[in-house]
């Protein structure tokens, strides 16, 4: 389209580029509150020479993520930082007709079959937790919550254990983590041979190998374990293709990446929040007793949960774990009357459109009721969006959310959260949004 007549804008909507680069290097969160509060709906910021576009509208963001979805690719940030060494041509870095290709071939192992059968093993590792936790104890339950989740995705993609040789996965996946949350891995491309690119890329190579032996273990066995790995291993496209074992590993570790961290944030959050806020807990604990009766919950139990899913609803809209997301447009855009030059990177945050008040009444507050009565459904497309959106939504939306809902039924059902003097989380906004020093509660067994 010709965009000739639209300039970049000019005044108080644009910052200063040292100003921006460091003031986000500072406190990203702050950073971009301030951009909203104090310049709207499209903001422009040189971040060192790299265009950079802030958006708030969902309508501007529908845009980009739906409307022209092909004029907008991941970003030469993400890419180094994810692909390559760490995720490859994973779903989460795959471009083009490639990613589509890989989405098609991916998509069974999220059909309803195969959930109800990882919803059993959801609830029997939130057994095992709950079980270990005793009355009156004060827990980092981020901590928890990411020993929990490492468990259900190494069963649910390899029908292993966390015990043995699967046991250097979870060291190895918090490495790669941490490395995300370091401003060196910004600055520094990983082929330096810092001491963190080293401790970095030993963490990777043992994931690599991990992963490489089990999938040449379970080649060489044949036959369908039900676990995710079996699927990739036999799944094949229209003209009979396919993954490669290369393929194959990006996946698995993008799944194993995505759907492990992101989901302890999650519960973390509904645990902090409810110890915070005693009557949305007790609304929570008629549900579960009502449902339930004392019974563990099942999959087919979630329909009747409707609190349950309200309160991980609004856990995502406080501290969604994917808090930024960001798009490179590969040719001129209009976004809102603005130009979007070539090369140009939009920015788009749950985090800030999530705590709009033009879309949330009392948007810093915990009210898990806001959901009901079809709240989702009445809010602009893209006012709440933590698994992004669009082709690209996060394939892994039913597993997380089901594992969540499961998850916290669960453990809710035996015990209640109270606060702790010094209760504040310290947030660090790297690749997820994540509790700098956890998270902590005192466990009350009811």
């Excluded at 300039?7 to 680069?21: E, T």
């Excluded at 509150?33 to 265009?51: I, N």
């Excluded at 890419?79 to 994973?90: I, P, T």
């Excluded at 071939?105 to 990882?118: E, S, V």
Aim: proline share 6%.
């Amino acid at each position: 389209m010709s965009t000739s007549r639209i300039q970049l804008p000019p005044g108080p909507r644009s910052l200063p580029v040292l100003g921006a680069v460091f003031d986000y290097a500072k406190d990203p969160l702050a950073f971009l509150e301030r951009c909203v509060r104090e310049h709207g709906d499209v903001v422009y910021a040189d971040f060192l020479g790299q265009p950079t576009y802030v958006l708030q509208n969902p309508e501007h963001i529908e845009h980009v993520l739906v409307t022209r979805h092909r004029h907008y690719i991941k970003d030469k940030l993400q890419q180094r930082m994810l692909g390559g060494r760490l995720l490859g041509n994973g779903l989460l870095t795959n471009e083009g007709d490639s990613w589509l290709r890989q989405r098609r071939l991916m998509q069974p192992a999220f059909h309803r079959q195969r959930l109800t059968a990882y919803g059993r093993v959801m609830v029997e590792h939130a057994r095992r937790q709950r079980s270990s936790w005793g009355d009156g104890e004060v827990r980092d339950v981020y901590a928890d919550m990411m020993q929990l989740t490492l468990g259900i995705v190494i069963k649910s993609l390899f029908d292993l254990e966390a015990v043995g040789e699967a046991e250097a996965v979870g060291p190895a996946l918090a490495r790669v983590m941490e490395h995300f949350a370091r401003v060196q891995s910004v600055v520094f491309p990983d082929w330096l041979p810092t001491p963190e690119n080293r401790g970095y890329r030993e963490a990777v190579e043992r994931l690599n190998t991990f992963v490489s032996h089990l999938i040449q273990r379970r080649r060489e066995a044949g036959g369908d374990a039900g676990d995710l790995l079996s699927l990739l291993l036999h799944v094949q496209d229209e003209e009979g293709g396919r993954m490669s074992d290369q393929q194959i590993r990006d996946e698995v570790l993008t799944l194993a990446l995505a759907g492990h961290e992101t989901t302890s944030i999650t519960l973390a959050f509904c645990f902090h929040l409810l110890a915070r806020n005693p009557e949305a807990e007790a609304s929570l604990h008629q549900e579960l007793d009502a449902v339930l009766g004392g019974r563990e919950p099942t999959v087919e139990d979630l329909p009747s949960l409707p609190f349950t899913e309200q309160v991980v609803k609004e856990s995502l809209r406080l501290y969604p774990p994917a808090w930024s997301l960001s798009r490179e447009a590969s040719e001129e855009d209009e976004v809102g009357g603005w130009r979007i030059p070539a090369g140009a990177v939009v920015v788009m945050n749950p985090w800030t459109v999530h705590r709009d008040a033009r879309f949330y009444e009392e948007p810093e507050a915990f009210r898990p009721q806001r959901w009901a009565d079809g709240l989702e459904q009445r809010l602009p497309r893209f006012a709440w969006f933590p698994f992004g959106g669009g082709p690209r939504l996060c394939i892994g939306l039913g597993f997380a959310m089901m594992e969540a809902r499961l998850v916290l039924a669960m453990l809710a059902q035996r015990f209640r959260f109270e606060r702790v003097p010094d209760d504040a989380v310290e947030l660090l906004p790297s690749i997820t949004l994540r509790p700098k020093h956890g998270v902590k509660v005192r466990l009350r067994v009811r």
